[in-house]
């Protein structure tokens, strides 16, 4: 086992929020997630697994931890390391923070008698999944495309193609297109009993946006295009594998953005009846046929371009004047209880996401070294999962030209992964 950590560096005093008197630790797998604050923020702690790429940016900061084992830790295997442990106990008083709650973790945190800020795991579970979140929407189903819950075995086939999504699903990995009988069969065979959530098939674009609940308020964030299932970053067709910020004006006209930010304030203000506190996330999609949005998924957790687009507001005016926030800042002030101030706004960026899978053969450093030249941040992972993330690529401006077609910047990127 070895540790990486060094000496404090100084405070950036542009961070306005300041976490000396509520400390927070981001315990994460992947750093990435836990970049959404400025590394200098005071008060401000990160604990995640060793990296090429973490060590190499962020090995002289004092407030990193980066522990480094034979594999890489998942979140509860490192809240349980006893470097972890002896890191938090030299914190007075320290908030727990994490990308996404469950169970396990509680019990963790729990017995360590920290305290954790992420809201409860089981209210999570109920929201986000696809069985428990029909009866929780209630009379906010009518934001659901038309659906029907049935056990796999009883589903039948009517000629006509449908979403079929077990109660749990993570990035697309628990949705099935079935377009003929055959898969439908299949799945028949292999889950009779397990229910299902069988869903119209609607085709067109995705959005999604981070949003804020404070204890008196929704905060919408910024939408984005969300970037779904296209090759070569990935087989899934329902795999989300990257977000614009840039082409949102181009398909979304004035009446549809009410619409959407109308769906996603109902929403909002249902979860903060039921209590929730910071970020979640909303998945809604236009019917490219009739002009309708509906809603798609709930993440009731910290999205994960959060990290990106707190980036992308920390480079803007607002945030250099400190009279807004950026996302990732709003979802701390909301945690520990505090005033939130207005979201900074953006209107262009992109990132997407190569995704590991069977086959894929790309040279790692020489990739990398490319997609900077051009003009990209990058952001490597060390996962092996299929499905999991494998590299970040980050643009200041849009990447996509329309839905499902790359500009000429996205193009770039294609040309670069050719190689």
Avoid at 93 to 122: D, M, V, Y
Avoid at 128 to 142: F, H, N, Y
Avoid at 210 to 231: A, E, F, S
Wanted: glycine share 6%.
């Amino acid at each position: 086992m070895k540790v990486a950590k060094t000496a404090k560096t100084s405070y950036n005093p542009i961070a306005m929020l300041d976490l000396s008197q509520n400390p927070i630790v981001y315990v994460t797998r992947d750093i990435e997630r836990a970049l959404g604050l400025p590394i200098h923020t005071l008060g401000y702690y990160i604990i995640s697994n060793y990296s090429e790429f973490a060590n190499k940016n962020y090995k002289s900061q004092g407030n990193v931890l980066l522990i480094q084992e034979d594999s890489p830790l998942d979140t509860w295997q490192l809240l349980k390391h006893k470097t972890t442990i002896d890191f938090v106990s030299r914190l007075h008083t320290p908030h727990i923070l994490l990308f996404k709650n469950t169970p396990q973790i509680e019990r963790i945190c729990q017995e360590q008698g920290w305290n954790f800020l992420n809201p409860s795991a089981e209210f999570a579970n109920n929201v986000e999944e696809k069985i428990s979140q029909v009866a929780w929407l209630g009379e906010l189903t009518k934001y659901l495309p038309p659906h029907e819950i049935k056990l796999c075995r009883d589903v039948t086939w009517n000629e006509k193609p449908f979403i079929l999504q077990f109660n749990r699903a993570h990035t697309g990995l628990g949705t099935f297109f079935i377009n003929d009988e055959k898969k439908l069969n299949e799945l028949q065979e292999t889950f009779p009993n397990r229910e299902a959530r069988i869903t119209d098939y609607i085709v067109g674009p995705m959005f999604t946006s981070n949003n804020v609940v404070t204890h008196t308020d929704i905060l919408m964030g910024n939408i984005n295009y969300q970037i779904t299932g296209l090759k070569p970053f990935t087989k899934n067709p329902f795999a989300t594998i990257g977000n614009d910020w840039g082409i949102v004006k181009e398909l979304l006209n004035e009446k549809q953005i009410k619409t959407y930010k109308k769906i996603t304030t109902d929403i909002g203000n249902k979860l903060r009846q039921d209590g929730w506190k910071g970020l979640f996330g909303v998945d809604i999609m236009l019917d490219e046929k009739t002009g309708e949005l509906y809603l798609i998924e709930i993440n009731a957790r910290q999205p994960a371009s959060t990290t990106y687009e707190s980036i992308l507001q920390q480079k803007t005016s607002d945030f250099s004047k400190q009279t807004s926030d950026t996302t990732f800042e709003a979802h701390t002030r909301a945690l520990l209880g505090e005033r939130v101030r207005d979201i900074i706004k953006i209107e262009d960026g992109a990132q997407i996401i190569l995704r590991n899978q069977e086959g894929l053969r790309i040279t790692s450093d020489e990739l990398q070294d490319k997609l900077q030249k051009d003009g990209f941040a990058i952001t490597p992972y060390s996962n092996t999962k299929p499905g999991s993330d494998l590299l970040r690529i980050q643009s200041k401006t849009s990447i996509m030209k329309k839905h499902n077609e790359f500009n000429e910047n996205g193009q770039s990127i294609l040309n670069n992964l050719a190689m």
